[in-house]
Structure formats: structure tokens, C-alpha cells
């Protein structure tokens, strides 16, 4: 059950795919494995319910990332691991709503949210992580290493002009 796919193995509703291996309802992932519920995702593994993902590994409920691992809730967010409900952070770990903890304190701190998630009162967690979306700055476009184009989501262009997702 795959539509425009090419060398997938194990694919289930996965559309617009190349490379990938055992990964579900899926659109536009390149170079994806043992992932699900993933749009616009290249060379990333072991992801659940993400969006513009670039190299990234065991991410959930996140977007806008690249080379990020063994986060969740994370948006806009470059080179960082073990974080949870940050945003527009570069090359960081153990943070948790963007604030810095020690190893230990990030573990402790993880399992009672973790616990507020997994028993049903994740509502003043998600309130949080959305207000603190909305506070911060977010780029206009996400674009890199173009010239002469116009658009969105384009990476590594040459006269292109009004292309997205490029």
C-alpha cells in the first residue's frame, strides 16, 4: 500500500517515499527507518508524529529538526539531545521547557513528566509548550544555501523561483 515509492521495503501507506524500511502512514520521507506518522523527513530513525526532520533519531511529537536525538516536543531545534518541550535550541542537551539541567536532575525531572503524560494530565504541559511557542521568535522562511530563489523549505537551489519543499 505505497504511491510513489521507490526501493522501500516493509512500507505500509507510506506515499511519496524512497529508501525508506518498516515505517507507516508516512508522506514525502527520504532514507527513513522504523518510523511513523512522519511528513517531510530525511535520514531519520525511530521517529514518531514529526515534521521537517533532517538526520534524526528516537524524536517525537517535534518539528523543524536537524540532527537532534532522544527528544520530545521539540521544535525549530539544531544538533541537541535528551531535551524535552524546547524550542529554537542549538547544540544542547538535558534541557527541559529550554532551561539547562545536570544529568541527574533531567532524568528525575523526565520520569514525572513523563508520568503527567502516560496518566492523562499532559493539558498544563501541552499549555505550557504553547504559550512558549508563541512567545518565541520564529524564522520566516527556512531556507539554506540558495541563490537567486524565492520560496520555502528550499535547500541547496539555483533559480528557482516560487518553489517549496524543494
Known amino acids: 500500500y505505497t504511491n510513489l515509492g521507490g526501493y522501500n521495503k516493509n512500507a505500509y501507506l507510506v506515499f511519496a517515499s524512497e529508501h525508506v524500511e518498516d515505517c507507516l502512514y508516512s508522506n514525502r520521507i527520504v532514507e527513513c527507518q522504523s518510523s511513523s506518522d512522519m511528513l517531510n523527513c530525511i535520514k531519520s530513525q525511530w521517529c514518531y508524529e514529526v515534521v521537517d526532520l533532517e538526520s534524526c533519531y528516537n ?61 492523562g494530565r499532559k493539558d498544563e504541559l501541552m499549555q505550557q509548550f504553547f504559550e512558549m511557542k ?33
Do not use: P, W
Open 59 to 119: 524524536l517525537c511529537f517535534s518539528q523543524n529538526c536537524k540532527n537532534c536525538s532522544d527528544s520530545m516536543f521539540i521544535s525549530s531545534c539544531m544538533g541537541v539531545s535528551n531535551c524535552l518541550f524546547c524550542i529554537n535550541l542549538r547544540k544542547k542537551s538535558y534541557c527541559i521547557f529550554n532551561k539547562q539541567y545536570s544529568k541527574e536532575d533531567f532524568e528525575n525531572k523526565k520520569r514525572e513528566i513523563l508520568e503527567m503524560l502516560y496518566t
Open 134 to 166: 508563541q512567545k518565541a521568535v520564529h524564522h520566516d522562511l527556512e531556507v539554506l544555501n540558495n541563490d537567486n530563489s524565492i520560496g520555502n523549505y528550499l535547500y541547496n537551489s539555483k533559480n528557482c523561483y516560487y518553489c517549496f519543499d524543494s
